[in-house]
């Protein structure tokens, strides 16, 4: 690998791995979506919840003045005790049982699936790049690229399964949330998409090789044919 593009390389890595702590940070945390049921009259108790591909926790608030963005319980920053369950495709726990309609089961499964594989494809490109740095193995970084960019797609669809099970939560008649907005996890996920994108496809355009600058010249330079 020539100097220049091992520093190139190295850039486009700091990138990705920016990228990486983002998906891994949606991955494991719990706060995709905020939900929150009607709050009927103030000096009571509230039950708000977030989610992620994992769990689901409520929180009891208690509700001293309206919200001042709408009339649900929160925000969830407020004080409250609170409890967290994983989703009953997880456990058998009797809190999950309550959960199973309200968390859209068969897409909450898709969306952690998806999930894992974006995470492999992550660990198949960190693998490339790192192997990549050994003498005449640059070679590696296109499929290095083409991982990381699986990995981007993988985990916006797996964004996009999220905001589908959101949206049935709420309209469903079975639940009992109103209003919704995405957190910072969701954040996460969505910057980890934009930056493994742009990582995957800078990687495969330094690996690409290197076009003349003058085509004509080259053909010109070239020995005429011979006629026997």
Not at 179 to 198: G, H, N, R
């Amino acid at each position: 690998m020539f100097k220049e593009q091992a520093t190139k390389v190295k850039i486009t890595s700091v990138v990705i791995v920016v990228g990486m702590s983002g998906m891994l940070a949606a991955v494991v945390t719990d706060h995709w979506a905020v939900l929150s049921p009607r709050v009927e009259k103030l000096n009571t108790t509230c039950e708000a919840a977030h989610f992620g591909l994992w769990r689901l926790c409520k929180k009891s608030i208690f509700m001293v003045e309206e919200d001042p963005q709408g009339k649900g319980c929160g925000p969830i920053s407020l004080p409250g005790a609170e409890n967290c369950s994983y989703f009953k495709h997880f456990t058998s726990e009797e809190e999950a049982e309550v959960f199973e309609v309200k968390t859209q089961k068969e897409y909450n499964i898709s969306a952690g699936a998806i999930a894992i594989f974006s995470l492999f494809f992550m660990f198949l490109g960190t693998l490339c790049v790192i192997f990549s740095f050994g003498k005449g193995r640059d070679y590696l970084l296109r499929p290095a690229g083409m991982f990381f960019a699986f990995a981007g797609l993988c985990i916006i669809i797996s964004v996009e399964v999220m905001r589908q099970s959101v949206k049935r939560m709420i309209v469903s008649d079975e639940t009992i949330w109103i209003e919704y907005y995405y957190s910072w996890s969701f954040s996460c996920a969505c910057a980890a998409f934009t930056l493994l994108i742009l990582g995957g496809a800078a990687l495969l355009l330094i690996s690409m090789p290197h076009m003349p600058r003058n085509p004509w010249e080259t053909c010109m330079d070239a020995e005429p044919d011979t006629l026997d």
